[in-house]
Every structure is written in C-alpha cells, then in structure tokens.
C-alpha cells in the first residue's frame, strides 16, 4: 500500500480521555506517510484544549482550530466544514478524511480509503456500514433501525446505490474538498454529511463504498440530544428535495 498524504479533520467536544489513544494510533498506522490532523474544538472544558496545545508542541502535524458551537444539540457540519476550510488552506494534502474520536473510526481504514481511490480512479470513499462484509459492533437496535430508516429514506430521495449517507467517514480528494466550500452549508449539525453527498452526486464525482468495522462511542457521551434525531430527519428530506431541484448543480 503506498504511503499515505492526508489531511484529517477531528471534530471534539471533550474528548479529552480519548484524543491520546487517536493520536498515537494515527501516528502507527499512518506514520510512513504525510499527514495532518486538525482537531477543531467546539469549547470543551474539560482541558481537551490544553492537552492537544501540549501535542501540537511536539508535534507539528497536529494543529488546533477553536470554535464557539452557535447552539445545542450536535453541531458536526459546522465543525467539519471548518476543519475542511482550514486542511485547504494550510496545507497541500492530496485526500481529506473526517475521523471521529470516540473510537467509531479506524485509522488505519484511511490508508485503505486512500488505496481504494487510487486503484478506482474516486473520487470519494465511504466507510460504509450497509455494504457487505462491513461490521457494526455496540450499537444498540434502536439505533441500528434508526439508523438504517434514515438511510433507506435517502436512497429513495435522492440516488439508490449510495447505501451509507450518514457516516461521516470518508476519504476524498482535494478537488472533492474544495468543491464543497464554493456552496453555503444549508445547515451546521450532522445533516451538512448529506450535503456533502449532495454537492458531490450532482458534480458526478464518482463515489464508491466500502465495508467498515463501526464501533459504537467507547468513550464520553453523545453530542446527539433527542431533537437532532427529528431534526435530522426533516433537514435530511430538505437536502434530498434540494438536491432534486438542482439546487447544487454547477
């Protein structure tokens, strides 16, 4: 497999039990290749930001972005969009990639992204949890059911082949990444993962799918409040009419 050159946006909210163990297993898994992490943090106070300023000292390809979330519940669009605008800006990564830090996400799944894209000819990978042989390990059923509805409910809106809407493990190119910034996020909580999708179906970038082991939080609790799954549900149908309406269309 050919070293990897990644930029990597981590999105926290007090993940500070858990940003060692990333750190250390992107710096195993990825070591032989050129990567940065961007850690952009949405005011934790549970000294997260201190202990990745103290990462950052000894190592220079981790760097700190600081956000203020703009309200409750979830705000993941807003934190990846921003982790997405900064890796374009400050560095010149080939790929992009979104890793959670609650142990959901393997590193090393990014080099098999990367590998994929090459050998493919993609333009965005998506770890996905409904393809075959991909695993789901932790997850409580209610989630699981939920989870899948959400995402049958996609298919039939917007494109049938696309089976993993909602996870927000990727790896896509730079061309991929900066399409994103010359469209406005219609929303700033989980749902921007489907306008992600959007953009990129209605660009006809190529996107292709493969099997992930998702591990259910291992640490801290969910960002997620009760009202973001409502929520997500009709800003998910919002984005789906949008994108049928040509709405991000070049």
């Known amino acids: 497999m050919s070293p990897v050159d ?35 943090d949405d005011g934790s106070t549970d000294g997260t930001v201190e202990f990745v300023e103290e990462r950052a000292r000894r190592d220079p390809r981790i760097a700190l972005l600081k956000r203020r979330k703009s309200g409750p519940g979830c705000r993941r669009g807003a934190a990846t969009r921003a982790g997405v605008e900064w890796l374009l800006a400050h560095t010149d990564h080939a790929f992009f990639s979104d890793v959670d830090a609650d142990g959901a996400h393997r590193p090393e799944e990014v080099a098999e992204g990367v590998a994929l894209a090459l050998s493919a000819g993609a333009d965005v990978v998506i770890a996905s949890k409904y393809v075959p042989g991909a695993v789901v390990t932790g997850r409580p059923l209610a989630r699981r059911a939920g989870s899948r509805a959400y995402n049958l409910m996609l298919r039939a809106l917007m494109e049938w082949r696309i089976r993993d809407y909602s996870n927000s493990f990727r790896v896509y190119r730079r061309a991929a990444a900066a399409l994103l910034l010359r469209y406005d996020a219609i929303y700033d909580t989980p749902v921007y993962l489907i306008e992600m999708v959007a953009i990129w179906l209605s660009h006809g970038l190529r996107i292709v799918e493969r099997p992930t082991l998702y591990v259910e939080r291992q640490s801290g609790a969910s960002k997620v409040i009760a009202t973001d799954f409502l929520r997500g549900a009709a800003g998910a149908a919002r984005v789906a009419a949008a994108y049928r309406l040509g709405r991000f269309r070049p």
């Open 6 to 40: 990644v930029g990597i946006c981590v999105p926290v909210l007090n993940e500070r039990a858990a940003l060692g163990a990333l750190f250390d297993d992107i710096e195993l898994r990825l070591g032989g290749g050129r990567y940065t992490v961007c850690v952009v």
